[in-house]
T-cell receptor, first 113, second 113 residues
Framework: GNSVTQMEGPVTLSEEAFLTINCTYT??????LFWYVQYPGEGLQLLLK?????DKGSNKGFEATYRKETTSFHLEKGSVQVSDSAVYFC????????????FGKGTMLLVSP | GAVVSQHPSWVICKSGTSVKIECRSL??????MFWYRQFPKQSLMLMAT?????????EQGVEKDKFLINHASLTLSTLTVTSAHPEDSSFYIC?????????FGPGTRLTVL
């Protein structure tokens, strides 16, 4: 079945540092890949997505590239801000027509001034 | 982007009572809606999937008689927690899907005393 593996957190960075959160997946077929962000006490917000190999999703300075050869979708940002502190979830959908999202366990990011 | 609302955002109830949570897609018609449960510092657990006008499909281990789901229209789904007990206290998040992407509501914090 489908699965998503994320690096465990928390990830603690200083403001303006470079961020990488690793995500790898296992799926049959050709899944779509997503990053969602959850701020404290809130629901999930779609951050970015990629629907086919070599696509790069980007939003708010974050980006991730769909790498089929390494089955990865690592999230990166060149310069984090305190306001980026949140939990980040990697997810995949589909692959064989199955429409339910499969989530990773989430990675908490803490950015200090 | 697409907006999904939930109501109420938080609710406190006595043990043995029932609680209804509404989920609405505000600017699009959702072919499918999903209900998730999230425990503190954990990922989302899919409870059930529903399509408009048909019975919900529950995940293994989720009691369908306890968590009643009604998907009355393409923009509204409701989750009723019947005879709630303290162990049902959790953060419940709904999601609505168009053909490709899932959009999440802000969540409902349920506390059962």
């Amino acid at each position: 079945g489908n699965s998503v593996t994320q690096m465990e957190g928390p990830v603690t960075l200083s403001e303006e540092a470079f961020l990488t959160i690793n995500c790898t997946y296992t799926a049959t077929g050709y899944p779509s890949l997503f990053w969602y962000v959850q701020y404290p006490g809130e629901g999930l917000q779609l951050l970015l997505k990629a629907t086919k190999a070599d696509d790069k999703g980007s939003n708010k300075g974050f980006e991730a590239t769909y790498r089929k050869e390494t089955t990865s979708f690592h999230l990166e940002k060149g310069s984090v801000q305190v306001s980026d502190s949140a939990v980040y979830f990697c997810a995949l959908r589909g692959g064989s027509g199955y429409s339910t999202l499969t989530f990773g366990k989430g990675t908490m990011l803490l950015v200090s001034p | 982007g697409a907006v999904v609302s939930q109501h109420p955002s938080w609710v406190i109830c006595k043990s043995g009572t029932s609680v209804k949570i509404e989920c609405r897609s505000l600017d699009f018609q959702a072919t499918t809606m999903f209900w998730y449960r999230q425990f503190p510092k954990q990922s989302l657990m899919l409870m059930a999937t529903s399509n408009e006008g048909s019975k919900a499909t529950y995940e293994q281990g989720v009691e369908k008689d306890k968590f009643l789901i009604n998907h009355a229209s393409l923009t509204l789904s409701t989750l009723t927690v019947t005879s709630a007990h303290p162990e049902d206290s959790s953060f419940y998040i709904c999601s609505a899907s168009d053909s490709d992407t899932q959009y999440f509501g802000p969540g409902t914090r349920l506390t059962v005393l």
